[in-house]
């Protein structure tokens, strides 16, 4: 079965053909990276523009690498939400209109979704109940997975994504976006335990993730320190990389000892991390000291897959697919859309806890 994936949430139009839901015949990727560059993020009007005239292009790009034609596709699926609401439209249009004129079914994806099967790919089977930790520009969740297409929120964060974090600290220090591949690169030769930055404490005792304080506590020691921002073209001074590994092992720090918690309270099988943020090297050797010491595998996306792609939601359009879901032509973007279909992941663990007789 050929499905053709399509994402258009953000600030990348991707299109990508799967076959049975784990091998990526094509996937193609068009950044918009330089066009935000200069505003130091996403200009979402531009961002909307520019997928309106990639998208075409990029999804018979991504038919001729992987030497079909559109005849040849059995299905569409398509990210719905959460997002940008006019790229997230021209992808939705785009593929309402083909799955339309092919007359084939059409499947809306959680991006979100999306993220947790990008790392189907080049790993063994998942062991349920699964734990997947989600960190992007827009996102960082912990779910709890009990089993395929089932997703229970166990920490959100109550304010900025971890990416966002990198992103708006990048911009604090001097340095180019998005951040957080500058920042990894300028932590490597910083010394991470320079800064001792506060954990964020979440009052009414929920497992939840708090970026924006730690984005303060940086702002305020350039502030306190005189450090001045990275001159364009100038290496960054020791004082610039010390905060920089600082901050890094303290977003890593705040997301791994909450990681670690669940997946030891809700006896979680394998660790997923996937979004963005998984491409950075400290955060995946943090996760894989968890699974070391929980003895349970952690699986991540390869690095094109962490950031935004078109292969994932065709995984996860397949997989939806297979269960006899589809969409109707009625189908509409949906700019918060949640990931979210079990109650409580108390009532949901004993019952796995039968089913798997752990
Ligand atoms: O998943 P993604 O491409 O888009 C969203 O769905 O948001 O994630 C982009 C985010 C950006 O905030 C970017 O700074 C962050 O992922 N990111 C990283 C790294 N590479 C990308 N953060 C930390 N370290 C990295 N190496
Ligand atoms: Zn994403």
Redesign the pocket.
Same mark, same amino acid.
């Given at each position: 079965m050929l499905v053709l994936g399509i994402e258009s949430?953000?600030d %990348?139009t991707a299109a990508a053909v799967i076959k049975d839901g784990r091998e990526i015949l094509s996937s193609i990727i068009s950044s918009q990276i330089d066009l935000h560059k200069p505003f130091g993020g996403v200009v979402p009007e531009l961002a909307s523009r520019e997928h309106l005239e990639k998208i075409e292009p990029v999804v018979r790009e991504a038919l001729q690498q992987a030497s079909i034609g559109f005849n040849d596709l059995d299905g569409i699926a398509v990210t719905r939400g959460p997002g940008l609401i006019g790229s997230l439209l021209v992808g939705v249009c785009y593929a309402k209109a083909l799955a339309f004129g092919l007359n084939i079914p059409l499947i809306g994806v959680n991006?979100i979704e999306g993220?947790v099967f990008s790392v189907i790919f080049e790993n063994p089977e998942i062991q349920f109940p699964a734990l997947a930790l989600i960190v992007? /520009?827009?996102?960082t969740n912990l779910f709890f997975v009990p089993e395929p297409g089932q997703y229970k929120v166990v920490s959100r964060t109550r304010d900025d994504?971890a990416? %966002?974090a990198?992103?708006k600290v990048a911009k604090m220090l001097g340095l180019e976006y @998005? /951040?957080? @591949?500058v920042? %990894?690169q300028i932590a490597r030769s910083g010394d991470p335990k320079k800064i001792k930055f506060t954990r964020a404490k979440i009052s009414d005792g929920r497992p939840d993730f708090s970026f924006s304080g730690l984005k303060t506590a940086v702002s305020k020691h350039l502030r306190e320190n005189s450090i001045a921002p990275v001159i364009p073209g100038e290496d960054p001074s020791s004082d610039l990389r010390d905060l920089a590994a600082s901050f890094q092992a303290s977003v890593v720090d705040a997301l791994i000892r909450t990681t670690e918690k669940q997946a030891i309270e809700l006896g979680a099988r394998t660790l997923i991390v996937a979004?963005?943020?998984a491409?950075?090297n400290a955060?995946r050797e943090a996760c894989s000291s968890i699974g070391n010491r929980l003895q349970i595998p952690v699986y991540f996306p390869s690095r094109h897959l962490?950031?935004?792609n078109a292969a994932m939601i065709g995984a996860a359009g397949y997989f939806h697919l297979q269960r006899g879901e589809s969409a109707d032509l009625r189908m509409t973007a949906d700019v918060g859309m949640r990931l979210q279909n079990l109650d409580s992941p108390d009532a949901e663990l004993k019952r796995q806890k039968v089913r798997y007789r752990l």
């Open positions: 949430s953000c %990348e991006h993220h992007s /520009g827009g996102h994504a990416g %966002e990198f992103d @998005p /951040g957080g @591949p920042i %990894e979004g963005g943020v491409s950075n955060l962490s950031t935004d």
